[in-house]
């Protein structure tokens, strides 16, 4: 059964930094553009960053790009999202997405149209 597992969220306190983790049982793994949304209270749920399959393809949100860096492993099976230099804006539930492609190298930068989703982990920027 096909399954995202996101890990590593908490709070920190802003320019700290946090790693997020996705553990994800989507096979083949390789043909999976994972990515991570973020829905903070009251706003509609946003992209932040995709990787294509072949893992050397990324897209980046603009109010993130310099900060965060996406990154898979194949070994694992699992997607990775470094955030540095966090600010309260970066406050929200961060998501875990995958989306088969038939290509490794294709990408995807869209906040809707994955197919499997995790179920959030909560990230608290404090000021």
């Known amino acids: 059964q096909e399954q995202l597992v996101e890990s590593g969220g908490g709070n920190v306190q802003a320019g700290n930094s946090l790693r997020l983790s996705c553990a994800a049982s989507v096979r083949p793994f390789s043909h999976y553009v994972m990515a991570w949304l973020r829905q903070a209270p009251g706003k509609e749920r946003e992209f932040v960053a995709s990787?294509?399959?072949?893992?050397?393809?990324?897209r980046y949100a603009d109010s993130v790009k310099g900060r965060f860096t996406i990154s898979r492993d194949t070994a694992k099976t699992t997607a990775y999202l470094q955030m540095n230099d966090l600010n309260s804006e970066d406050t929200a539930v961060y998501y875990c997405?995958?989306?088969?492609?038939?290509?490794?190298?294709?990408?995807?930068?869209?906040?809707?149209?994955?197919?499997?989703w995790g179920q959030g982990t909560q990230v608290t920027v404090s000021s």
């Open positions: 990787v294509s399959g072949s893992g050397d393809i990324t």
């Open positions: 997405a995958a989306l088969w492609r038939s290509s490794t190298r294709q990408i995807v930068s869209t906040a809707g149209g994955w197919r499997y």
